[in-house]
């Protein structure tokens, strides 16, 4: 049985993962952690810790697993470069598995636009639509800028060169090795995410919508379960496509 901590315990994230966690038979919720309590005070009561915080809670709380050589399942977005090397660092000390967006139809969405770049990705004018409820804070959503990334690795780019965030004040023609980027935020909505691939004469679109939390929450207790049984390599940075054997 498979001992989780997680942290967030409070948030719309948290609250989704231990009710699947609760209703699962193969884990066992170990502990909650908010800002009540410290981590580092229940490190006997969890195998994986399962993360869905903001990057410099996640930072905090990778070093002290890495540290106690626990395992911990990220989902966290929002990370800067300087972050995103801090969380590399600390993870050559215990296996991380680290997602910006643990749904496997998302994931299912990020192979296939893998094919879709190598088919029609170099005469198509590729932009990416995102929409979250109001309370997102980061945008783009790490997993447009994953989608994007994909993309750009597909076709032998540099996503940071060729990304255009928004169009305002750019007045010349669309530079078509360019990828944009497109943020919506209002209301209740989990997350939607449409990336256009528009040809001459047609158009393809390859849409993903979660309607509930849930759907990130058994993502996240998949990729925990995977996790735990995975080998103990330090310095290895696990991703979704891992856990769900996408080649």
Same mark, same amino acid.
């Given at each position: 049985?498979?001992?989780?901590? &997680?942290?967030? *315990? ?5 609250? !989704?993962?231990?009710? =699947?966690? @609760?209703? #699962? /038979? ?79 139809? &998302?994931?299912? *969405? ?5 094919? !879709?770049?190598?088919? =029609?990705? @170099?005469? #198509? /004018? ?122």
């Amino acid at each position: 049985m498979v001992r989780i901590a &997680v942290s967030g *315990s409070n948030g719309r994230m948290g609250q !989704a993962i231990i009710e =699947v966690i @609760e209703q #699962s /038979d193969e884990v066992e919720l170990g502990v909650k952690i908010d800002q009540d309590n410290n981590l580092i005070d229940y490190l006997d009561k969890f195998d994986v810790l399962i993360d869905f915080t903001c990057p410099v809670a996640t930072l905090g709380y990778l070093a002290i697993c890495a540290k106690a050589g626990k395992k911990m399942v990220i989902g966290t977005t929002g990370f800067n470069d300087n972050e995103l090397n801090q969380l590399t660092a600390l993870a050559r000390n215990t296996p991380i598995m680290f997602a910006p967006n643990m749904s496997v139809g &998302v994931n299912l *969405s990020l192979k296939l636009l893998e094919m !879709a770049a190598k088919v =029609v990705g @170099e005469e #198509s /004018d590729i932009e990416i639509i995102e929409t979250h409820h109001r309370f997102k804070v980061d945008a783009p959503s790490g997993t447009a800028l994953k989608m994007g990334e994909v993309i750009a690795d597909t076709l032998g780019r540099d996503l940071k060169t060729c990304a255009v965030y928004g169009r305002e004040g750019i007045e010349q023609v669309r530079d078509k090795n360019t990828i944009g980027f497109s943020t919506i935020r209002g209301g209740d909505v989990v997350g939607e995410h449409t990336v256009s691939f528009f040809m001459q004469g047609e158009r393809v679109e390859i849409t993903h919508k979660a309607s509930s939390r849930m759907t990130f929450a058994l993502g996240a207790l998949r990729a925990a379960i995977w996790l735990d049984k995975a080998p103990s390599n330090k310095g290895c940075i696990y991703s979704m496509k891992d856990v769900l054997e996408i080649t």
